[in-house]
């Protein structure tokens, strides 16, 4: 028997860059999820917070986490891309 990706699924993956090039744009997309909920979450908490200033701070502390967030997603994809570029191996394409 002949072990190839049709009889042996994880045969798919000949290299780590395959498998990122699968996981990654799933990852994305969970942050970018995850990103607009806190996002909304923020800005309703902002909008009901009133004279209340702990939950303005609570609210200004929501939203800066979320692009925070979001800013070190994008970091971690573009360092992927650098590296893969600088060894010449395309981890994402």
Do not use: H, R, W
């Amino acid at each position: 028997m002949q072990i190839n990706s049709t009889t042996f699924a994880p045969a798919k993956f000949a290299n780590i860059g395959t498998l990122l090039n699968l996981i990654t744009p799933l990852l994305m997309v969970g942050a970018a999820v995850i990103f607009l909920v806190m996002l909304i979450m923020g800005a309703f908490t902002y909008l009901m917070a009133g004279d209340n200033p702990e939950n303005v701070k609570k609210a200004q502390k929501t939203l800066m986490f979320s692009v925070v967030g979001l800013v070190i997603v994008i970091s971690a994809y573009l360092i992927m891309k650098i590296i893969g570029y600088i060894f010449k191996f395309p981890l994402i394409f």
